[in-house]
């Protein structure tokens, strides 16, 4: 006997619930390409995606993943032997990096290990041990979907700074943008890359890459351009130029309407639901962690991302055994742990298209888990998230 029937919640951090609305703005017959309603489509989401860049810069779109958004980033501004710095504060700048030394580019990395942010002290005495400037670029995510922590951006860029280095400051946004706030002019971000997946409430295959005036500039004499990738080609005054080739029609359809959707929000409001109903999480995992089998992975509760929380469990007790239960007897789909936490961890994400009924249902399916399992917890993890919202929450 199960309690699951009904609609499914997708609680993994990628791809996230993709909103009805998406959906049927995309269930409609292909148009022609070349002209008409698809070439002003491609406009405003081009300059949409700005708006929620924060730049002034140029937005590209990739049908791509967001390790092809990675790919097209290096490819437009490094050259073959150049040295780019990884920041590493989980998995996913690391494979931002894996791909730069495949592409010919050599790699170092500043490690910050799986639990903790990225030092921007230790960023800066690196640069600043690089006196003739050999390295290009800093490689650094906002948002590690992997390990749950978000890093100091603005820190980093100061880092730079202090050091007086010239590299560029690229950042990964995959796991933030539309789901707290990214100012990439006024941190003085040169390039950010992110996915559809996510916050963007897009199915799966868009990947887009926002370019600041010293990106522009580098690439320029960047001689690891590929013809699909290249911006150059990109920035040409034929529509198919924009895509190298047939647009990912339907796609950029269900784009339209989640940029509208996001907008017609607002993004401060859309960062601030974001942000109450991550720290709903947290309050129900703090309280779980009583029970002393979970506990963050983050150490530092500043540090703890408002897209996705990373819990780790106890040695011995298997986190497939929580996952499988939510999931076939409460219809809830939580995160796995990947990387050097595999089969250590779950995850529980709090990103795009969601709301307290669907945050609320998760954990208290989550805390059904601990208890028909028997697994040490402290009680009411659903109930601290409830007060919570309560209190933040007033009538109007």
Known sequence: MTVRNGREFLAIPGPTNVPDEVLNAMHRPAIEIYSGALVDITARCLADLKKVF?????????????????????????SRGDTVLVLQS????????????????KVETVAAGWREAVDPAAVEARLREDKIGRIKAVL??????????????????????????????????????????????????????????????????????????????????????????????????????????????????????????LLEEGLENVFRRHALL?????????????????EFNIHDPARRADSVTTILLREGLEPRRIREYCERHCGVVLGVGIGELTGKALRIAHMGHINAPMILGTLGSVEVSLQALGIPHGNGGAQAAVDWLGASLPPE
């Open 140 to 261: 650094v995510v906002q948002v590690d979907t992997a390990s749950g922590v978000v890093n100091d951006i603005p820190a980093i860029r100061k880092a730079i700074d202090n050091a007086g280095h010239d590299a560029l400051l690229m950042v990964d946004t995959i796991a933030s943008l539309g789901t707290m706030p990214f100012e990439m002019d006024a941190w003085r971000v040169d390039v950010a890359v992110t996915g559809s997946q996510k916050g963007l409430m897009t199915p799966p295959g868009l990947g887009f890459v926002a370019a600041g005036p010293r990106a522009a500039a580098v690439h320029e004499t960047a001689d690891l351009r590929t013809r699909y990738w290249d911006w150059t080609l990109r920035n040409g005054d034929q529509h198919y130029q924009i895509y190298c080739g047939t647009p990912p029609e339907h796609l950029m359809f269900g784009l339209r309407k989640a940029l509208d959707m």
């Open 90 to 105: 989980g998995r996913f700048a690391v494979g931002w990096g894996e791909t730069a030394a495949v592409m010919g580019a």
């Open 278 to 294: 991550a720290e709903a999480v947290r309050r129900a995992v703090a309280v779980w962690a009583e029970g002393g089998a979970l």
């Open 54 to 78: 924060r730049t002034e810069g140029r937005a590209y779109i990739y049908a791509a993943n967001g390790h092809g958004a990675w790919e097209a980033a290096l490819s437009n501004v490094l």
